[in-house]
């Protein structure tokens, strides 16, 4: 069994922000699934699908961003769900925008739903899947990735969102390490 988590903020007035690609790319994985976040449980939208004769569940926790972990910690809990097993979609203020950029382990990089993540699974070592925003530093961090996406952005974002829809269906037929050689480009 496999859990795919998109990190965002719930609520109409996040839809189209930095913050929120998680959940934009995970709305859209599902999508060509066809299938919808129809059913709620611990905090969380999800919904099942199978894959290569897995269960995959796709999750949307429904807690501000920083919050998430204890949603992802009751279902991999609940579900017996090994942490080699679950894949984290977020944005990355670290990696240009239109780019993208997959991690084994490591920090959170500042990013508090990573921390909050790690907090809750007592564990740094999680497979990530970062969409980058970069970074204007000339806007207040918290005010920069809860801004909206610009026309060129949304632009940039489309295209690897398309790419995102390819890597998550490799994720379930290639090892983490290929699958980061394949899709980590300099």
Known sequence: MYLIVGLGNPGKEYDNTRHNMGFQQIDLFANTHHVTFDREKFGGKYCEILIN???VILLK????????????????????????????????????IGKI?????G???????????????????????????????KIDGKDYVLGKLSNNEQKQIESV????????NDYFVLSFDNLMNKYNKK
Request: aromatic share 10%.
């Open 53 to 55: 004769n897995e269960k």
């Open 101 to 105: 950029k997959l991690k084994k382990k």
């Open 107 to 137: 920090s959170s990089g500042g990013h508090n739903g990573l921390k909050n993540i790690e907090f809750h699974l007592h564990t740094n070592e999680y497979n990530r899947y970062k969409i980058g925003i970069s970074n204007n530093k």
């Open 161 to 168: 969102m398309k790419q995102g829809i390819d890597l998550l």
């Open 61 to 96: 926790p429904q807690k501000y961003i920083n919050l998430s972990g204890e949603v992802i910690y009751k279902f991999i809990n609940f579900y017996k769900i090994p942490i080699s097993n679950l894949l984290i979609i977020c944005d990355d203020l670290d990696t240009p």
